[in-house]
């Protein structure tokens, strides 16, 4: 007999479900308040946490793609909020890095960010919370040990 897949009991699609939920609210508050996707503000927080990078970098850091971090980069260029420099140890590359307006940006949206967060997971107490990043951390480590093939 064949098991049946019952989907709202399917762990991966809950979690999907609850990383759009949560992805939706945040990406609306960047978006109304400081015009940024959420590609553009995962840019910038990981420019503001670990300096200059190029963009394979940063994909390896963010977990997107590279048609979409090339997008948000070339966005958050224009805007002037990164600044583009050749790349030392590649010269077909640059590095990305936070200029004067990015870094100011930056420190107006992650006071917000890490408020959005706190109403978010206001119901979970702080043991549940450290619980579920070490159980998220686990999920994305079997994750990738299986990777994108499966």
């Not at 553009?40 to 927080?45: D, F, K, S």
């Not at 190029?54 to 958050?76: E, N």
């Not at 109403?119 to 686990?138: G, K």
Request: hydrophobic share 45%; proline share 4%; net charge neutral.
């Amino acid at each position: 007999m064949t098991a049946t897949l019952k989907l709202d009991a399917f762990l991966p699609y809950r979690l999907s479900v609850a990383s759009n939920r949560v992805s939706g609210a945040i990406a609306g508050a960047y978006q109304a308040l400081f015009g940024l996707r959420i590609p553009e503000w995962r840019l910038v927080t990981v420019l503001a946490e670990f300096g200059a990078m190029s963009q394979q970098a940063l994909c390896g850091r963010t977990q997107m793609d590279k048609v979409t971090v090339s997008r948000a980069a070339i966005s958050l260029y224009e805007r002037g909020l990164v600044t583009r420099t050749p790349n030392p140890d590649d010269q077909r590359s640059h590095l990305l890095e936070l200029s004067i307006d990015g870094w100011a940006l930056y420190r107006q949206v992650a006071p917000k960010a890490l408020e959005l967060e706190r109403r978010i997971f206001e119901n979970l107490s702080d043991t549940e919370q450290a619980q579920l990043r070490t159980m998220l951390e686990r999920v994305e480590s079997a994750a990738a040990a299986i990777g994108p093939g499966g």
